[in-house]
C-alpha cells in the first residue's frame, strides 16, 4: 500500500512531510489547488473542513486569503503535529470514515488526494456530506491512474507498470473520474468535473514528484513483473530522458457540488 495510507507506520513518517511539502512547491499542484479552494466558493466567516489536509498548507491558504475558520482532519499524528507546528490550530486526529464533527456544521468540506488512498471512500464522501449544511459546497480532487501515459519504447511494458500503479499501489487510483457521479448519487446538485492535466518533461520533477522510476522494481519486489522486466522499463526510462524526450501525463479530475 501507498505511504500515505498510513504515514505513522513509515519507517520515516516525517518523511512523508517533506513529500508533502515539495509537491507544495510544484506549479501544477498550486494551481489546481487554488481552483479546488475557489470551488469551495468561500464567504469571511464561513467555517470549512478539509479531510486528510496533510500538512495543511492549502488550509491555511485558503484561511488566509478569505478570513473563513478552517478545521482540518488527518489520521496521521505526524501530519496533525506539522500542521500545529504551522499555526493550524483547529486541527484534528481522525478518521475520514467517521468525522468527529455533528451534522450541518461546515459551510464547506473538501479532500484533496485523500480518497485515492481510502479502505472505503463511499463512506468517507457521505461523511463529507453529512458535516456540510445544506447549501454548502464539497469538493474532491485526485488523480485517476487510468488516465496515465508513458513515451517508453516498449508500450505494451509501460502499460504494465502503469496499470500496477493505478492498481496495487493505490487503493483507489481509478476512481476520480467516478467522483460526479457518486455525488450525483447521494442527491447533490450543482455538479461540475474540471480535468486538469499533470504533464512531465523534466523527469526529475516527475521523480521529485512520483518515484515513476522506481515503480517497476516495485512490481517486480511485489511478483507482479519478472525482473528482467523491469530492469528494461528503467533502461528504456533512462533512453527517454538521455534523449530529452520523457514526457509522463496524468490527469487529475476536480470535482465540486452543493448539498441539498
Ligand atoms: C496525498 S496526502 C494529501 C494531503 C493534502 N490534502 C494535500 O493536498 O497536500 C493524503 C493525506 O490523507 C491522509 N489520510 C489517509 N488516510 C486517511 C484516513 N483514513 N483518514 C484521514 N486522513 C487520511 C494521509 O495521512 C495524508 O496526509
Redesign the pocket.
Known amino acids: 500500500m501507498h505511504g ?4 505513522d507506520r513509515q519507517s520515516a513518517p516525517d518523511s ?1 512531510v517533506g513529500v ?1 511539502d515539495r ?2 512547491e510544484e506549479p501544477f ?1 498550486q494551481a489546481y ?1 487554488q481552483r479546488v479552494r475557489e470551488l469551495l466558493r468561500p464567504a469571511p466567516g464561513r467555517r470549512y473542513v ?9 488550509a491555511a491558504h485558503l484561511r488566509d486569503e478569505n478570513s473563513v475558520s478552517v478545521a482540518t ?4 499524528r ?2 496533525a503535529a506539522a500542521m500545529k507546528a504551522r499555526g493550524l490550530a483547529q486541527c484534528v486526529v ?4 467517521q468525522l468527529p464533527f455533528l451534522a450541518d456544521t461546515f459551510d464547506g468540506a473538501w ?4 480518497l ?4 472505503d471512500p463511499h463512506t ?1 464522501i457521505k461523511e463529507l456530506i453529512r458535516v456540510v449544511r445544506p447549501g454548502g459546497r464539497i469538493v474532491l ?1 485526485d488523480p485517476d491512474y487510468d488516465t496515465q501515459v508513458l513515451d517508453i519504447a516498449d508500450q505494451s511494458l509501460a502499460r504494465r507498470v502503469l496499470r500496477f500503479r493505478a492498481d496495487v499501489l493505490l487503493r483507489n487510483g481509478t476512481l476520480a473520474h467516478q467522483h460526479a457521479g457518486l455525488l450525483a448519487v447521494q442527491g447533490l446538485v450543482d455538479v461540475t468535473v474540471e480535468p486538469r492535466t499533470l504533464l512531465v518533461r523534466n523527469p526529475a520533477a516527475v521523480d521529485n514528484v512520483l518515484g515513476l522510476r522506481s515503480w517497476a522494481a516495485t512490481a517486480a519486489q511485489r511478483g507482479a513483473l519478472d525482473p528482467a522486466e523491469a530492469r528494461a522499463f528503467e533502461d528504456q526510462f533512462d533512453e527517454v530522458v538521455d534523449a530529452n524526450r520523457f514526457t509522463y501525463a496524468v490527469t487529475f479530475f476536480l470535482t465540486a457540488a452543493t448539498v441539498t
Open positions: 500515505f495510507t498510513d504515514v512523508w508533502l509537491l507544495a499542484y489547488q478539509e479531510v486528510g489536509a496533510g500538512t495543511g498548507a492549502s482532519v488527518d489520521h496521521a505526524t501530519m481522525a478518521d475520514a470514515h479532500a484533496d488526494r485523500t485515492q488512498h481510502l479502505a468517507a480532487a
